[in-house]
């Protein structure tokens, strides 16, 4: 290899390898939604994006703790919501992305862990069942994959915001 060749490789621009198109613009709306957002709340915050399994996954994250007011459930929730559909409405696609600032995903994650924990030692001690609170689609799916990985099933019952998942044997 020549010291030409090797200029052209070094040169040669950078792409993300295993993202699509499609995730790469859903993530850059998404981002420069939540950046604006941060704008007008006068917050600072570091924004990361991942693909996993064909779904965005932003993190709002900071330094100092000023993201707490952000970082509560339904709040988290409703930003979610907000930033999917100033993606849908920029791309004509629904969006499926995940939204999480300042770890409040992390600690929900750690809070169904204990919820399914419990269900598990109910059914264990005796129970046919134990159905946990109304919680989003991706709460319950983050519920079922828990229960799976403990060998007990689960489903999901009940319409709208009475959606629960019910574990069993």
Same mark, same amino acid.
């Given at each position: 290899?020549?010291?030409?060749?090797?200029?052209?490789?070094?040169?040669?621009?950078?792409?993300?390898?295993?993202?699509?198109?499609?995730?790469?613009?859903?993530?850059?709306?998404?981002?420069?939604?939540?950046?604006?957002?941060?704008?007008?709340?006068?917050?600072?915050?570091?924004?990361?994006?991942?693909? =996993?399994? +064909?779904?965005?996954?932003?993190?709002?994250?900071?330094?100092?703790?000023? %993201? &707490?007011? %952000?970082?509560?459930?339904?709040?988290?929730?409703? /930003?979610?919501? /907000?930033?999917?559909?100033?993606?849908?409405?920029?791309? +004509?696609?629904?969006? &499926?992305?995940?939204?999480?600032?300042?770890?409040?995903?992390?600690?929900?994650?750690?809070?169904?862990?204990? %919820?399914?924990?419990?269900?598990?030692? =109910?059914?264990?001690? +005796?129970?046919? @069942?134990?159905?946990?609170?109304?919680? @989003?689609?991706?709460?319950?799916? /983050?519920?079922?994959? /828990?229960?799976?990985?403990?060998?007990?099933? @689960?489903?999901?019952?009940?319409? +709208?915001?009475? =959606?629960?998942?019910?574990?069993? &044997?």
């Amino acid at each position: 290899m020549t010291e030409q060749d090797t200029a052209a490789i070094v040169d040669a621009p950078v792409e993300d390898v295993g993202v699509d198109d499609d995730a790469r613009d859903e993530a850059d709306i998404a981002a420069d939604y939540i950046e604006e957002l941060l704008d007008i709340c006068d917050l600072d915050g570091d924004i990361e994006i991942e693909e =996993r399994a +064909g779904r965005v996954y932003l993190s709002v994250t900071d330094e100092g703790g000023a %993201l &707490r007011v %952000l970082s509560k459930p339904d709040t988290v929730s409703a /930003l979610q919501e /907000l930033t999917r559909i100033a993606v849908q409405a920029e791309t +004509g696609e629904f969006s &499926r992305l995940i939204l999480d600032v300042g770890g409040s995903r992390d600690a929900r994650a750690t809070e169904l862990q204990r %919820l399914v924990d419990t269900a598990v030692e =109910r059914i264990e001690a +005796g129970s046919a @069942s134990a159905a946990l609170p109304p919680m @989003s689609s991706y709460e319950r799916k /983050l519920v079922h994959d /828990l229960v799976a990985e403990k060998g007990f099933h @689960s489903e999901s019952e009940g319409e +709208g915001r009475d =959606r629960h998942t019910v574990v069993t &044997r």
